[in-house]
């Protein structure tokens, strides 16, 4: 396997994508093995939970989430069944589900009162604003309203009010947040996107698959314009994605199927990558 040349602090970008975020402990593990290990991680989404178990203190944060990505349900995440999502938004109007499942799976996993503060490594955790429609990088105080935040996916979850803003899911505005971990100081990134970047999904045939296409489409047009920039700055090693699958961001179903081929496209990948300098290695979008 070449050396890779990529001057620290090397900072690990984390993109959004729901249950589709389990491809990223099989990028981790891949980067661990080619002997890649961040300086600071940034994440958006269910990639600022995974970003928040990276930047833990006590090492291992690969198997501790392994554990917690093979354990994952839907309920756990989205609890309730069809009736109970029709209450909830008939009572709020805005979301179908409560935060609260998420919230105990922080809870257990994190830990409840733990702040940016106590980590090992810098984190930032990026949400939307609700007010200004502008991205938001949190990197200090209480944690887990931030990664409520972060995943508050409109319609789904609530928004979360915190630092004194109303707050989304950071995906609406930088779902894979390059340019916020240049802020925070990294001279090299290495994106861990979790929309099957390079490949396309193929038509959609079902009105779910069409909503999961479209969001797809804007997510990547976001990484798309913005990785050439951040390119011409530093170099960015962008991890390609495995074999797209059909599967709701939702669905919980194949996890260990989607980390096993993650671990395989990035260790491929990995083998032969020769970084030179800034410029971008990999691509988010379609790869010909």
């Known amino acids: 396997m070449p050396e890779l040349n990529l001057p620290g602090p090397i900072g690990f970008v984390m993109g959004g994508g729901g249950s589709l975020g389990s491809m990223q402990v099989g990028m981790l593990r891949a980067l661990a093995e080619a002997g890649i290990s961040p300086d600071l991680v940034t994440g958006t989404s269910v990639g600022s939970l995974n970003a928040a178990v990276l930047a833990m203190p006590g090492g291992d944060s690969a198997s501790r989430l392994q554990k917690i990505w093979s354990s994952m349900t839907k309920h756990e995440a989205f609890p309730g069944g069809v009736f109970s999502q029709v209450r909830t938004l008939r009572h709020s109007k805005t979301h179908l589900f409560p935060n609260t499942g998420l919230a105990s799976i922080i809870d257990e996993h994190i830990g409840h009162g733990l702040r940016f503060e106590d980590l090992a490594l810098p984190l930032g955790v990026v949400v939307t604003d609700v007010d200004t429609a502008k991205p938001v990088l949190l990197r200090e105080g209480e ?26 899911d950071g995906g609406l505005v930088a779902n894979v947040p390059m340019r916020q971990a240049l ?13 099957f970047p390079g490949k396309m999904p193929g038509a959609p045939h079902t009105f779910a698959e069409v909503l999961m296409f479209t969001a797809m489409i804007s997510m990547r047009n976001q990484a798309v314009l913005e990785a050439p920039i951040a390119a011409a700055e530093v170099p960015v090693v962008y991890l390609p994605g495995p074999a797209p699958i059909r599967l709701s961001p939702l669905d919980f179903t194949r996890t260990a199927e989607l980390t096993n081929q993650a671990y395989e496209t990035a260790r491929t990948y990995l083998e032969i990558l020769e970084v030179t300098g800034p410029g971008l290695y990999g691509s988010p979008g379609l790869v010909l």
Do not use: F, N, Q, T
């Not at 931030?146 to 989304?168: D, F, Q, R, W």
């Open 183 to 195: 802020e925070m100081g990294a001279k090299s990134l290495v994106v861990l996107d979790c929309a």
């Open 143 to 168: 944690l887990r309203p931030a990664l409520l935040a972060s995943a508050a996916i409109p319609g789904i979850y609530p928004p979360v009010e915190h630092v004194g803003k109303l707050l989304y």
